[in-house]
């Protein structure tokens, strides 16, 4: 299984960035999709998921409202869209795969992850 995720990058305070995770190596629309992100110094969390068809999606609180996760089951694709960015969502994003079923929240319960992809936000 692979992970390529993609599109990080500097942005100021109030932009926007896309996030995107390829996959290959599984059978991708029977797994739920999920971002994590770990700032400098600190654990790596929970920010949103997608179950296999894409019809449901969960969000950390600190998220809600400014991220959107997505997936394209054709294109073995998994994406975020980030709005209205903080300084507080600098951090390595990651996208990892977990069978159904499981706890989705928990970085634990992840098989596979992405190698990462740097988001930076500036004032």
């Known amino acids: 299984v692979q992970l390529q995720a993609s599109g990080g990058g500097l942005v100021q305070a109030g932009g926007s960035l896309r996030l995107s995770c390829a996959a290959s190596?599984?059978?991708?629309?029977?797994?739920?999709m999920a971002w994590f992100r770990q700032a400098p110094g600190k654990e790596r969390e929970f920010v949103a998921a997608?179950?296999?068809?894409?019809?449901?999606?969960y969000y950390a609180d600190s998220v809600q409202g400014r991220l959107t996760i997505s997936r394209d089951n054709s294109k073995n694709t998994v994406s975020l869209q980030m709005n209205s960015l903080k300084l507080e969502d600098t951090a390595n994003h990651y996208c990892?795969?977990?069978?159904?079923?499981?706890?989705?929240?928990?970085?634990?319960?992840?098989?596979?992850w992405g190698q990462g992809t740097l988001v930076t936000v500036s004032s």
């Open positions: 997608i179950n296999w068809s894409g019809v449901s999606t």
């Open positions: 990892a795969v977990v069978r159904a079923g499981r706890n989705y929240r928990s970085r634990l319960e992840y098989e596979y």
């Open positions: 190596g599984l059978t991708f629309s029977t797994y739920y």
